[in-house]
């Protein structure tokens, strides 16, 4: 079945860069995610990368994509307090239905 | 986020009332999600309505009874409930329920059943 599977926690110091990673199972897993949660709110997309692709980068954020590994991570430069939050990794594939499958989220805490 | 609005944000209720929970989008979308998010667990999908018509099930207990009057609108109602069943239950839309398209999420209802 597929699965996606997220560290829980991670802790970085402010200006420094965040790396959190992403397993998933499903090797027919055509889109891949990232979403932001913070707290009391929704989920915000950040950002997506199509299976064909191995990074894509949006102003801090680089998007690495590993297919062989089946391992997708997420990096934030410069990492700022407004970075707090949890942070979800999601998948779907082409054909079905933009179901997405998450992970259990990251939660990031960033110091000062 | 003000494109997906749910109501209420906060919901307690026993196990043997019935309540709704209501979802509102205003991005003109076609498809609407509703997922549960449990605490330490991956967030579920429940139901996938696209063009007012039911899409998608996800083995979902029959005490939730899923709603979708207008694109606009998707309705969740709820009886008889378990403490299980406490969680935050977060509404999304997306212009149709294709396969890349982005999912908005509103700011979820957090139920508690007591």
């Known amino acids: 079945g597929e699965d996606v599977e997220q560290s829980l926690f991670l802790s970085v110091r402010e200006g420094d860069s965040s790396v959190i990673n992403c397993t998933y199972t499903?090797?027919?897993?055509?889109?891949l995610y990232w979403y932001k949660q913070e707290p009391g709110a929704g989920l915000q997309l950040l950002t997506y990368?199509?299976?064909?692709?191995d990074m894509k980068q949006d102003q801090r954020l680089t998007v690495l994509l590993n297919k062989k590994d089946k391992h997708l991570s997420l990096r934030i430069a410069d990492t700022q307090t407004g970075d707090s939050a949890i942070y979800f990794c999601a998948e779907s594939k082409t054909g079905g239905g933009n179901k997405l499958t998450f992970g259990t989220g990251t939660q990031l805490k960033v110091e000062l | 986020e003000t494109g997906v609005t749910q109501t209420p944000r906060h919901l307690v209720m026993g196990m043997t009332n019935k309540k709704s929970l209501k979802c509102e989008q205003h991005?003109?979308?076609?498809?609407m999600y509703w997922y549960k998010q449990s605490a330490k667990k991956p967030l579920e999908l429940m139901f996938v309505y696209n063009f007012k018509e039911q899409t998608e099930n996800n083995s979902v207990p029959s005490r939730f009874s899923p709603e979708c009057p207008n694109s606009s609108h998707l309705f969740l109602h709820l009886h008889t409930l378990q403490p299980e069943d406490s969680a935050l239950y977060l509404c999304a839309s997306s212009l149709i329920a294709g396969d890349t398209d982005t999912q908005y999420f509103g700011p979820g209802t957090r139920l508690t059943v007591l």
């Open positions: 990368i199509f299976s064909n692709m």
């Open positions: 499903d090797s027919s897993s055509t889109y």
């Open positions: 991005l003109g979308h076609n498809a």
